[in-house]
């Protein structure tokens, strides 16, 4: 079975969240003998009167004239989208194939289930999160508020003929507005699964985990402040045990002035990051309330290290073996001081 797709990741085994989600969206897909036929911008087309006027069109009928945040914003995309317009069309013109999966539920990409349904595709929206409602988001095209934008996400979703949320709580919030979502939990599967299992393996048969693990990818603006967090908590505490701290972009994360037990490691390679997962006490995992699901939990629960995070944190993951949870930062220190009875 052939299905029409479009991600903005590369399914990458040993990528950031959003790429190990496509890999697990495209590897149980191809476990179910579905082949993707991706849509790529191979070329940019001439820019003809004819092309800009139907891409000004698509885009006054998918977003309205409201919504830009300047003039020049709606004719740059009106630009960029003509570029490509008739590489958009063929995609879902030309195809015999009648279901589209929607992985980049974003709002630069609102044309695409439009054009799916305008050419008779079934439309199966897989969000990785609800994009309007994570902290920091700054759009370039358009000027919503916050409310603005979740209610037109949740229009949008609506107007899908299947959506699959990442969490529980997603679905729960999305079928409050009207929306038939399903939960398609974040797993590890393929390589990050033979991985994982590997690292269990190679845990029962160190004795030594002296340090606990931060890890995330820290340009993104709900990992960066919740790495900080905990950074800061470990100086403001003066915790006496060795915290190291790994991901892309971390090392621009801030060193508390005097404590010497935060170890920054900076972009990990896969060798480094398997040495610190075998070796490490647990992991540790704070975020503000935001939205989508952390793999690393996922993964850390089929590799037996135990992980320490926050409510907002371990949504969908409550009731876990080896997930200790808490409420604040007290609760984090009382788990901290009972480590070595409690793991």
């Not at 050419?119 to 920091?136: D, T, W």
């Not at 990051?273 to 952390?294: F, I, K, N, S």
Request: with cysteine; proline share 4%.
């Amino acid at each position: 079975m052939k299905v029409l797709h479009h991600s903005i990741f590369e399914p990458l085994p040993n990528g950031h969240g959003g790429e190990k989600r496509s890999y697990q969206i495209y590897v149980e897909a191809q476990e179910n003998g579905v082949a993707f036929a991706n849509l790529v911008f191979t070329h940019k087309e001439s820019l003809s009167l004819c092309r800009i006027c139907s891409a000004a069109v698509l885009l006054l009928r998918v977003y309205g004239v409201h919504v830009w945040k300047s003039l020049w914003a709606f004719l740059r995309q009106v630009r960029n989208t003509a570029y490509h317009y008739e590489q958009l069309v063929s995609f879902f013109r030309d195809s015999d194939a009648t279901v589209f999966l929607w992985e980049s539920v974003r709002p630069e990409w609102y044309i695409l289930p439009y054009l799916a349904r305008q050419y008779g595709k079934r439309v199966i929206a897989c969000p990785h999160n609800i994009e309007s409602l994570v902290p920091n988001q700054k759009s370039a095209l358009f000027r919503m508020s916050k409310k603005q934008a979740f209610l037109r996400e949740v229009k949008v979703l609506s107007s899908c003929d299947e959506v699959y949320a990442i969490s529980h709580e997603e679905t729960w919030l999305l079928s409050l507005w009207g929306v038939k979502a399903q939960c398609y939990l974040y797993s590890p599967v393929g390589e990050v699964r033979e991985q994982m299992l590997a690292i269990k393996e190679q845990r029962t048969q160190i004795i030594e985990k002296p340090f606990y693990f931060l890890l995330g990818t820290a340009i993104n603006p709900p990992t960066r402040m919740g790495m900080q967090h905990i950074i800061d908590v470990w100086g403001e505490e003066n915790i006496q045990v060795p915290l190291h701290v790994g991901g892309y972009g971390s090392e621009s994360l801030h060193i508390p002035k005097g404590q010497s037990y935060v170890v920054f490691l900076g972009e990990l390679t896969d060798a480094q990051l398997l040495e610190e997962q075998v070796h490490t006490r647990a992991m540790l995992v704070y975020q503000p309330p935001t939205t989508g699901a952390l793999t690393r939990i996922a993964e850390a629960i089929v590799a037996d290290i135990p992980i320490i995070a926050n409510y907002a944190s371990a949504r969908s993951f409550y009731n876990c073996a080896n997930v200790y949870v808490y409420q604040d930062d007290s609760e984090l220190l009382s788990i901290l001081s009972n480590q070595c009875n409690d793991i």
